[in-house]
């Protein structure tokens, strides 16, 4: 067999891997081997931002820099132990009427699957299936911040607070910030119970118009380029169960290794920066999970 194609057993589980020298980041020379060793380490914590929610990749197969594809569907050659559901698609997508056949990522093994095929980024839905296959609704609420041209991260953690406190006085005590490894960052709200999709949806349009008509001068809630300068736009379509954000603790597809970092509200403010995936998962192993209760 070629030293650059091998078959391995991860947790009882056949894996093909290949090109594991690869660089998937060329401008730090970062290899495919390397992203597949910071998936384990911070393994347990990103499969629990993975339960039961169908994964859409963002594929990279000859590193950053070349070629990417979206990918929702179970590829052709995925292996027969990857687990994957029927699910229709939503309304008012370029599917709806039609069925998808969605996979999810249970284990380590699958992890390395999506890591071999140089899927870099994973992509999740606020809401999950329950363990017979049914719908469940969105078990948590999303806010993406999203600065616009000059403005940063110093702002979007500035307006990180105000969301903060808006839903706590709408019941919603804990919501936990996440650096995006791009540009911004976002806040995820925990919710008591599993709340339809559009109900969630609803309640993130109405906070963000809400704060946008309180701050102008920071925040804007709907996407129109000529009004984005300098401020902040609370992204609240991602609730929407079409739509998917980037995992917690997942690589992005930038220069750099940088990564979907969790983080404590403590760090949310001026010299904030995204961090690597050395940086996230050392932290990680010092200081335990911000999602962890």
Same mark, same amino acid.
């Given at each position: 067999m070629s030293a650059e194609r091998r078959t391995v057993?991860?947790?009882?589980?056949?894996?093909?891997?290949?090109?594991?020298?690869?660089?998937?980041?060329?401008?730090?020379?970062?290899?495919?081997?390397?992203?597949?060793?910071?998936?384990?380490?911070?393994?347990?914590?990103?499969?629990?931002?993975? !339960?039961? &929610? +169908?994964? $859409?990749?963002? *594929?990279?197969?000859?590193?950053?820099?070349?070629?990417?594809?979206?990918?929702?569907?179970?590829?052709?050659?995925?292996?027969p132990w990857l687990r994957h559901q029927r699910l229709p698609a939503s309304p008012g997508t370029d599917d709806e009427g039609t069925t998808l056949d969605l996979p999810f990522i249970d284990d380590l093994a699958g992890l390395m699957w999506a890591a071999n095929s140089g899927a870099l980024e994973?992509?999740?839905?606020?809401?999950?299936?329950g363990p017979r296959g049914g719908l469940r609704g969105a078990d948590r609420l999303v806010v993406d911040l999203d600065p616009g041209p000059g403005a940063g991260l110093d702002e979007c953690a500035r307006v990180a607070h105000l969301v903060a406190e808006r839903l706590r006085t709408q019941g919603l005590s804990r919501t936990v910030p996440v650096t995006s490894g791009s540009k911004g960052l976002q806040l995820?709200?925990?919710?008591? !119970?599993? &709340? +339809?999709? $559009?109900?969630? *949806?609803?309640?993130a349009h109405d906070l963000a118009?809400?704060?946008?008509?309180?701050?102008?001068?920071?925040?804007?809630?709907?996407?129109?380029?000529?009004?984005?300068?300098g401020k902040v736009l609370l992204d609240w379509s991602q609730n929407h169960p079409a739509k998917t954000t980037i995992t917690p603790w997942s690589l992005r597809g930038r220069?750099?290794?940088?990564?979907?970092?969790?983080?404590?509200?403590?760090?949310?403010?001026?010299?904030?920066?995204?961090?690597?995936?050395?940086?996230?998962?050392?932290?990680l192993a010092r200081d335990g999970d911000p999602f962890d209760p």
């Amino acid at each position: 067999m070629s030293a650059e194609r091998r078959t391995v057993d991860v947790g009882g589980r056949p894996v093909r891997l290949t090109h594991l020298d690869r660089a998937l980041y060329p401008a730090t020379g970062t290899t495919k081997a390397e992203v597949m060793d910071y998936l384990v380490r911070v393994e347990a914590a990103i499969l629990r931002q993975l !339960r039961d &929610r +169908p994964v $859409t990749r963002i *594929r990279w197969p000859e590193g950053v820099g070349g070629e990417k594809f979206f990918e929702k569907n179970v590829p052709r050659g995925a292996p027969p132990w990857l687990r994957h559901q029927r699910l229709p698609a939503s309304p008012g997508t370029d599917d709806e009427g039609t069925t998808l056949d969605l996979p999810f990522i249970d284990d380590l093994a699958g992890l390395m699957w999506a890591a071999n095929s140089g899927a870099l980024e994973l992509h999740t839905p606020q809401w999950t299936v329950g363990p017979r296959g049914g719908l469940r609704g969105a078990d948590r609420l999303v806010v993406d911040l999203d600065p616009g041209p000059g403005a940063g991260l110093d702002e979007c953690a500035r307006v990180a607070h105000l969301v903060a406190e808006r839903l706590r006085t709408q019941g919603l005590s804990r919501t936990v910030p996440v650096t995006s490894g791009s540009k911004g960052l976002q806040l995820y709200a925990p919710l008591p !119970r599993p &709340r +339809p999709a $559009t109900e969630v *949806r609803e309640l993130a349009h109405d906070l963000a118009h809400a704060l946008a008509g309180e701050h102008p001068d920071l925040v804007v809630a709907v996407q129109r380029k000529d009004l984005r300068g300098g401020k902040v736009l609370l992204d609240w379509s991602q609730n929407h169960p079409a739509k998917t954000t980037i995992t917690p603790w997942s690589l992005r597809g930038r220069d750099r290794p940088t990564v979907a970092a969790p983080r404590d509200w403590d760090e949310i403010g001026p010299g904030l920066r995204q961090l690597t995936a050395d940086e996230a998962a050392d932290r990680l192993a010092r200081d335990g999970d911000p999602f962890d209760p």
